[in-house]
């Protein structure tokens, strides 16, 4: 299994990002997959959930309505747009595979290496 993120970086609150997770080493459509976060000492918070097959979505009450969790099935990558950042939505973002088709959450999920999102201006 590997899961690799991208499309963090710095940017002002009000503004825009998209994370990428491209997957590999499994059935990328068979399992469904969420996004964590950890902010610096702070424990890991899940963000936002996909079912395997596209058939339903959660998040977070913080987010809900500013970030939009997405999946390509045929490309394997998994998405996540966030609009409107905030400050407090700095931290480490993970992609994460479920054990299973339905979204889900367990601290030892194999999760990628991450990518880091600053919310500063």
């Known amino acids: 299994v590997q899961l690799v993120e991208s499309g963090g970086g710095l940017v002002r609150p009000g503004g825009s990002l998209r994370l990428s997770c491209a997957a590999s080493?499994?059935?990328?459509?068979?399992?469904?997959m969420y996004w964590v976060r950890q902010a610096p000492g702070k424990r890991l918070e899940w963000v936002s959930g996909?079912?395997?097959?596209?058939?339903?979505?959660s998040y977070i009450d913080s987010v809900r309505g500013r970030f939009t969790i997405s999946r390509d099935n045929a490309k394997n990558m998994l998405y996540l747009q966030m609009n409107s950042l905030q400050p407090d939505d700095t931290a480490l973002y993970h992609c994460?595979?479920?054990?299973?088709?339905?979204?889900?959450?367990?601290?030892?999920?194999?999760r990628g290496q991450g990518t880091q999102v600053t919310v500063s201006s």
């Open positions: 996909i079912n395997a097959l596209n058939s339903g979505t």
């Open positions: 994460v595979k479920a054990k299973g088709a339905y979204i889900s959450f367990s601290e030892d999920d194999y």
């Open positions: 080493g499994f059935t990328f459509s068979d399992y469904s």
